[in-house]
């Protein structure tokens, strides 16, 4: 798949590339890149269980609980490998529900800190984002795109490359304009 993208700068060594696109068929090299997966608490995957393969879904399930039925609270990430997806991790997230968790902002920020330190540690130097929480869970996109990119740029100086890959041209025409606010002045 051909995406559209925008490049900016972090930093002289982290890029950041805005596309709009379909997350699971990207990938950088296939040995230090990951997409990020927004899903539930338990780890029941959704939209890329089919591109997958199921082995992706079985790994989360041997993903221990934190707590009954709760294997990745709001705000944290767990990693798996990419399975039949062309990258090599997957870094699973929960972000917030707008208007059911208290203080979203914050849980947000963390879901975003989080997966870049479980990238970090997984030595992952490719990582692709869509827009945490913007979709079911109704996150304004214009206040989701600023905790996004301001967070990503606080800690993203371990990375090559940092993507957000988004599905709608709202969304992305919402994040490109905010990237430039921020970055460029």
């Known amino acids: 798949m051909t995406f559209k993208v925008q490049t900016l700068s972090f930093s002289t060594k982290t890029s950041l590339k ?3 696109g379909d997350i699971s068929r990207w990938c950088v090299d296939r040995s230090s890149d990951a997409i990020v997966s927004p899903t539930n608490e338990i780890l029941l995957l959704g939209g890329f269980t089919a591109a997958a393969g199921p082995d992706l879904q079985k790994a989360c399930y041997q993903i221990p609980e934190a707590q009954p039925r ?3 609270p709001p705000g944290e990430a767990r990693i798996t490998p990419g399975f039949k997806l062309p990258v090599s991790h997957v870094i699973h997230t929960v972000g917030p529900v707008f208007n059911f968790h208290c203080n979203p902002e914050d849980i947000l920020r963390s879901a ?11 030595n992952i130097q490719y990582i692709a984002f869509p827009a945490i929480s913007c979709g079911v869970s109704q996150y ?3 206040e989701a795109a600023t905790i996004a990119i301001s967070t990503v740029k606080e800690f993203a100086n371990d990375f090559k490359e940092v993507h957000f890959i988004l599905f709608t041209d709202d969304i992305y025409n919402v994040w490109l ?3 430039k606010e921020l970055l460029q002045g």
């Open 18 to 20: 805005i596309s709009k």
């Open 177 to 179: 304009k905010k990237a």
């Open 140 to 142: 304004p996109p214009d």
């Open 70 to 72: 709760v294997r990745c």
């Open 112 to 122: 975003y800190k989080n997966c870049l330190s479980v990238g970090k540690a997984n």
